[in-house]
Nanobody
Framework: VQLQASGGGLVQAGGSLRLSCAAS????????MGWFRQAPGKGRLFVSA????????YYADSVKGRFTISRDNAKNTVYLQMDSLKPEDTAVYYC????????????????????WGQGTLVTVSS
């Protein structure tokens, strides 16, 4: 299974970017997909996640109201629409896939994800 993240780049504060993460591989079917980010010199933190079934979504408090996660199950692709970007959103963004079913709050933890993408850099200038 491979996860390919794309869509990162340089944007001014207040701008928008849309990240994509395409999953490929034989009989791949993730129960949930998520986004994490790692700012320079800091640890990797949860950003958002979405369940395959029902489409329940989860967000870090720092991005609520600004970021929107969505998915296209037919394409095995998850998207992260990022609006009203701030300099503190600057980070490498990683997508991840969880194959097992977990209670919703569990998807905030890195440990439930089985596959990770290579990361895409988002830089927000002030």
């Amino acid at each position: 299974v491979q996860l390919q993240a794309s869509g990162g780049g340089l944007v001014q504060a207040g701008g928008s970017l849309r990240l994509s993460c395409a999953a490929s591989g034989p009989t791949f079917s993730a129960n949930a997909m998520g986004w994490f980010r790692q700012a320079p010199g800091k640890g990797r933190l949860f950003v958002s996640a979405i369940r395959r079934s029902g489409g329940s979504t989860y967000y870090a408090d720092s991005v609520k109201g600004r970021f929107t996660i969505s998915r296209d199950n037919a394409k095995n692709t998850v998207y992260l629409q990022m609006d009203s970007l701030k300099p503190e959103d600057t980070a490498v963004y990683y997508c991840a896939a969880a194959t097992n079913y977990w209670p919703g709050a569990s998807y905030l933890r890195e440990g439930v994800y089985d596959y990770w993408g290579q990361g895409t850099l988002v830089t927000v200038s002030s």
